[in-house]
């Protein structure tokens, strides 16, 4: 039962990725002019055209072409970046860490953050403590991100030089680990910050509303019967019981942890794989774009697999439905 | 639908639509036009440094009062009429030193094109190089005189672009923010609005078929929307626009094709109860075509959703132009809040510290947004007072 469940959602996950590789096959070659006219100066002889194209692959029929590229895209080898000349794959993974960095570590903020608001909203109904937090919530994630960020660039970088304009890192480098690890830290921390104060609005939001549900229960005030202090009642029994949907909303916010990073990397000018996705579309570098598209997609078809396996792990009630609908 | 119009974001909307027709059409001009120095402050901020001025100078010359800081910039052109063998000169006058700006001889008609800025004239009247040169030639306080010897007629323009500008300043390229932000409104308004409507046909489209087809097209479509769910949004959108070209109909086409999807799949959901229905059993008992109940009895029953999905949906399309437009990814002919938001981040108002090119367009965004949310919320309320009642639960 359980495995046929599994089965299901993981080929749903496959049936997506691979819409995504066909519409970024064909996204590409229904463009106007020719994949390769970036590339291609027309004072080049018919010779050298002929022969950049036998290098990208162009002159095979297109089916074959197809299946060429189907085979890259799943070994990961993405071809030559028509802007800088080197391979998409070492370009990616160079910025692949400093989104990484920038998108788990404002998740984790922005969801500690706004899950312990929202159980002090929860505890506190009615007060101004809880009106505080929702409103402050709602304010913060009704504003577009990059307003929002550009105002604290404004803010914190011009106005009081706190924090550097751009970049992930002084030009140049500091020396020694710790002095780099500093200058990273200090870098990040703007654009981390502000993801955070955009985030935890939601979290708030939805962690009341199920901490409200849970602490009128009656196993709680059994709980709180048995004399344990509200500590105990609070994070041992009413937290406990709506940590599965906080996993699965924690992995569901992924996807737009993705649009946001590619937003917040272009404003901070940071080295990541948004801005490298920004740079490639706008240069019609197009196997740059493909692949970029294709590694932020495969992260986010990944997360929603995750999140709905861990969803079916820790609350068994899924996986039953699923396997009847 | 009375307390409806009475509400404050209705009215809001309606002088939003107004302002973003009219407006335009009111004022002089494009707002493409250069009206004064690069980032110049808006008019109320730092009275300290000078507004524009403009003189329009005859032979006579002309003088005046200068108490403020130096402009951003000094430029005088136009024609002097002088008879070909006397030396015209033309003198400016500052409280401390005079500088010759230029001297013609030999002619009947001399064109005069002089800018502080041009090196090749800095050099000739002997002021550094590198910097301002309109600040040399206003070093302090004090009474000034454009001085024209020897012209029979001369008609010159004066023009000393100050570092204040409008109501809300100037653009990097000396534009009016004001204006810009005036015309921004319309292209926001009709991206968000023509996106989302057509978003709402196409949801509505598929979610009929869907909801009363049912079997392999109900199949086909909701495992369409749930791939399409699935896309992560703003960087396919990129690809789009970078791909498709970036016009405003192209942008509407692109935001609509990614946005259809939750109407689709609200509008399933209340067909699938509908169908159901008593009422419409007895339709179908009564030999009712199953056009005749699709159009006049299960369309009209999806209205206030649509209505709700409509104004919900227009705050999201809004931002996602913007933030399109804000990467870069837009035409740059195309005045759009986001346009602007993108070239205050990438021509320097940072280093200018320039303010007034990040908050009006920025604050206009989330105004719109926040009043068509306002009327959604509303409207939503209404198809399900539920929700309205769940607020303080």
């Known amino acids: 039962m359980r495995r046929s469940w599994l089965l299901r959602r993981i080929v749903s996950s496959l049936i997506v990725l691979a819409v995504v590789l ?274 932020l997609a495969l992260i986010t078809v990944t997360c929603n697999l995750l999140a709905d396996i861990v969803y079916g792990v820790v609350d068994p009630r899924v996986r039953i439905e699923g396997h009847n609908e | 639908m009375k307390n409806f119009l009475k509400r404050r974001s209705v009215i809001a909307f309606i002088i939003t639509c107004l302002l973003g027709m009219f407006a335009p059409m009111l004022m002089s001009g494009y707002p493409s036009d250069i009206v004064g120095a690069p980032f110049s402050r808006p008019i109320w901020w730092n009275t300290q440094l000078p507004a524009s001025c403009e003189f329009n100078v005859t032979a006579e010359g002309v003088s005046f009062e200068w108490t403020k800081l130096p402009p951003a910039i000094f430029s005088l052109n136009g024609q002097v009429r002088a008879e070909a063998k006397k030396e015209v000169n033309i003198i400016w006058q500052t409280p401390q030193k005079k500088y010759l700006l230029s001297s013609l001889k030999g002619q009947n008609v001399y064109w005069i094109n002089i800018d502080a800025r041009d090196m090749v004239f800095k050099q000739s009247i002997g002021v550094p190089l590198i910097g301002n040169g309109a600040a040399h030639l206003f070093p302090c306080a004090g009474k000034y005189s454009l001085i024209i010897q020897n012209a029979d007629t001369a008609s010159l323009k004066l023009m000393l672009p100050g570092g204040r500008q409008e109501l809300l300043g100037t653009d990097q390229r000396g534009r009016d923010v004001l204006w810009l932000l005036i015309y921004g409104i319309r292209t926001s308004l009709v991206i968000g609005i023509a996106a989302t409507l057509i978003a709402c046909l196409l949801g509505l489209g598929f979610g009929l078929a869907a909801g009363y087809i049912g079997g392999i097209t109900d199949a086909l479509v909701m495992r369409t929307v749930d791939v399409l769910l699935s896309i992560p949004t703003l960087p396919i959108l990129m690809v789009l626009a970078g791909i498709w070209g970036k016009g405003l109909w192209q942008l509407v086409l692109i935001l609509s094709i990614f946005s259809w999807m939750g109407t689709a799949r609200s509008v399933r959901s209340m067909v699938l109860t509908v169908r159901e229905s008593p009422w419409i059993e007895s339709l179908k008992a009564l030999g009712a075509k199953r056009s005749y109940i699709l159009w006049r009895h299960l369309v009209p029953e999806t209205a206030p959703i649509m209505l709700a999905n409509i104004a919900l949906g227009v705050p999201g399309a809004i931002l996602s132009e913007a933030g399109l437009a804000f990467l870069g990814l837009s035409d740059p002919r195309l005045i759009s809040w986001g346009r602007m938001l993108h070239e205050a981040h990438s021509f320097g108002a940072f280093t200018e510290g320039a303010w007034w090119l990040l908050l009006p367009p920025g604050i206009g965004i989330v105004a719109v947004c926040l009043i068509f949310m306002d009327m959604g919320r509303y409207l939503e309320e209404q198809i399900d007072p539920r929700l309205s009642g769940d607020k303080n639960a």
């Open chain 1, 22 to 295: 066909v519409l970024n096959f064909i996204l590409f070659r229904i463009m106007p002019g020719d994949a390769v006219s970036t590339i291609i100066d027309p004072n080049f002889s018919p010779e050298a055209k002929a022969r950049l194209r036998q290098l990208y692959g162009l002159d095979k029929p297109i089916l074959q072409q197809f299946f060429i590229y189907i085979k890259q895209m799943l070994t990961f080898r993405f071809g030559l970046s028509f802007l800088s000349r080197r391979p998409v794959w070492d370009e990616l993974i160079s910025r692949l860490p400093s989104t990484m960095v920038l998108m788990s570590s404002s998740m984790i903020l922005s969801a500690v953050l706004g899950i312990w608001l929202g159980i002090r909203a929860a505890l506190n109904r009615g007060k101004f403590t809880e009106r505080l937090v929702l409103r402050a919530g709602a304010v913060t994630s009704s504003f577009p991100s990059f307003f929002i960020q550009l105002v604290l660039l404004m803010l914190f970088a011009r106005t009081f030089k706190i924090f550097p304009l751009r970049g992930s890192l002084s030009v140049p480098p500091p020396s020694g680990v710790i002095e780099v690890v500093a200058d990273y830290v200090w870098h990040m921390a703007l654009p981390v910050l502000s993801l955070t104060v955009m985030g935890f609005g939601g979290w708030a939001l939805y962690v009341r509303n199920l901490m409200v549900r849970a602490l009128g229960e009656d196993y709680v005030l059994m709980a709180k019967a048995r004399g344990l202090s509200e500590h105990d009642v609070v994070y041992g029994h009413a937290f406990r019981t709506i940590l599965p949907p906080i996993l699965t909303i924690l992995l569901m916010s992924v996807p737009g942890l993705v649009s946001g990073a590619v937003i917040t990397e272009s404003v901070f000018s940071l080295h990541g794989v948004g801005t490298f996705l920004l740079e490639a579309v706008s240069g019609n570098d197009y196997p740059s774009a493909g692949a970029a598209f294709y590694l």
